[in-house]
């Protein structure tokens, strides 16, 4: 039997993959097997990334535009080459990276350089939130004030990422 | 200056030490795997520049280009616990911050620019980051950090996105060992998204029943709720290898035997393994903390074990040593500590 990935070699491997409760068997070469299992970051990863999306992201030529570095380099590595990697292969890197952590939002801590954006924010989804309640318990003219604070908080979100945008 | 390992203790009968490491890069330099020497001789000059005024501890760190230490030296500070191994394989262009007393570490480019590392002793996490946060923050004022609003601080590892913050503490549990436990709790802390692994971390032997734990997830969890999470766990784990100790006690003749002739093989050997070291202040340790040795404390027995790894002990005689002259090397600094 062929291995189910690179579709060359003879499948040597077989994997028992269990998901939601729905088993699959993979059969997969050994060449495969240890650049995709083996690599420190992608475990099971990859695989789940290629039989759920039907992607064959090894063969994907994008590289990024910073770094030089291709998907290929970072699958067998586990390791991307700069910060823009993150953008460029976003689409790529963003399941594997929710099926790392669980969750793809950051809500730790924040650099000075994006601080100050992130409190607008969150004062802007803690404002949404309040209006929202101010409707519900039919508080019009409460939810007025919290409409316009919305409002001006937006514009001063929206403004500062045209200044980011404009600085790049 | 007494080193962060010689001071007594939260739970130090059962928790050696905390560590606090943030994972940190410069948006204005491509990752580890794509500098150049030059672009990594420039980062280091950036960082140390940044980091000269910033005093830890009230004392400035001093700062050691690891090219200029050889192996024995290098190796020598992964037993500390000072360095990864990984920073130590390859010292090329790699440069350390040190503090005085050895806890707080900085290594610069190692996988990402920057690992800011605090050690504490005993089960001291909250205080570890604090200090790890500051430094942090007065870095923050001079470099630009690679940072994404979705993804956190961003890392070389997608394993280490978010907070870029890994938490770990090494505990010792003779007793959960001895009672055929490891396995069952190993399967529990996995299962909260932790991780348990040998004395020097991943892919590293268990020695003298020293175990690291750890939190694994880095994005969509807060600093804080990751340190609270593993705190709260491995105070679970210490109650139980309580428990566990206390049924030693059963038979206390033989726990008395045990603990008594591994303090006689540490004081009278003259040649000592590392293997026979760690397992016999397993034994001592154990023995300290059930009350059945009283003439020896544990900060004596962890300076004990930062001076007896087989780099510190060729650092010690400032030579290369065969395996058995190691051996008779490490007898004697045993011998004249306890």
Not at chain 2, 19 to 29: C, K, Q, T, V
Not at chain 2, 205 to 218: A, E, R, W
Not at chain 2, 222 to 235: G, M, P, R, Y
Not at chain 2, 268 to 277: D, G, H, I
Request: charged content about 25%.
């Amino acid at each position: 039997m062929l291995c189910d990935y690179c579709q060359k070699n003879e499948a040597t491997n077989v994997l028992k993959q269990t998901i939601n409760g729905k088993t699959k068997l993979l059969h997969i070469c050994d060449s495969c097997a240890n650049s995709m299992l083996f690599s420190n970051l992608f475990s099971d990863f990859s695989i789940n990334q290629f039989f759920s999306q039907g992607l064959q992201p090894v063969r994907t030529k994008k590289v990024c535009d910073k770094c030089g570095m291709s998907l290929d380099d970072i699958m067998s590595t586990g390791k991307v080459g700069c910060d823009h990697c993150y953008d460029v292969f976003s689409g790529e890197l963003s399941r594997s990276i929710e099926k790392i952590h669980g969750k793809s939002n950051h809500v730790g801590k924040a650099p000075r350089s994006a601080a100050g954006k992130l409190k607008q924010k969150n004062e802007l989804a803690a404002a949404k939130e309040e209006l929202s309640r101010l409707i519900e318990k039919q508080n019009f003219e409460q939810a007025a004030v919290v409409r316009d604070r919305i409002k001006k908080l937006e514009a001063e979100l929206n403004g500062s990422s045209e200044e980011v945008q404009g600085d790049e | 200056m007494s080193k962060w390992y010689e001071l007594p203790a939260p739970h130090e009968d059962i928790v050696l030490s905390s560590r606090i490491r943030l994972a940190r890069n410069l948006s204005d330099f491509p990752f580890e795997s794509r500098m150049s020497d030059d672009q990594r001789r420039q980062l280091a000059d950036k960082v140390k520049a940044a980091l000269q005024d910033i005093p830890v501890g009230g004392t400035p760190l001093s700062f050691v280009e690891m090219e200029s230490l050889d192996e024995i030296k290098r190796y020598a500070m992964v037993e500390r616990h000072e360095v990864s191994r990984e920073f130590v394989k390859n010292p090329k262009n790699r440069m350390l911050g040190l503090s005085a007393d050895e806890s707080v570490s900085i290594m610069v480019n190692e996988e990402d620019h920057l690992r800011i590392q605090v050690m504490a002793n005993g089960l001291n996490l909250s205080s570890a980051f604090q200090l790890c946060n500051e430094i942090d923050d007065a870095l923050d004022a001079k470099v630009d950090y690679a940072f994404d609003e979705k993804l956190g601080y961003l890392t070389t590892c997608p394993t280490n996105l978010g907070t870029g913050l890994r938490a770990s503490v090494m505990v010792h549990l003779p007793a959960l060992e001895k009672s055929g436990l490891m396995n069952q709790l190993t399967a529990t802390i996995n299962k909260l998204g932790l991780t348990i692994r040998g004395t020097y971390g991943e892919g590293s032997k268990v020695l003298g029943s020293i175990y690291q734990i750890s939190n694994q997830i880095t994005l969509g969890i807060t600093e804080q709720d990751a340190i609270q999470n593993l705190e709260s766990i491995v105070l679970q784990v210490i109650e139980n290898e309580k428990h566990a100790r206390e049924s030693l006690l059963n038979d206390k003749h033989r726990l008395e035997d045990v603990v008594c002739r591994s303090l006689g093989a540490l004081r009278y050997a003259r040649l000592l393994s590392s293997k026979e070291f760690f397992e016999e202040v397993s034994n001592v340790r154990l023995g300290i903390s059930l009350g059945v040795i009283h003439d020896v404390e544990i900060p004596r027995l962890n300076r004990l074990m930062a001076l007896t790894g087989s780099a510190s002990v060729c650092e010690r005689e400032g030579k290369n040593l065969s395996p058995q002259d190691r051996d008779f090397v490490r007898a004697g600094i045993v011998r004249n500590y306890l």
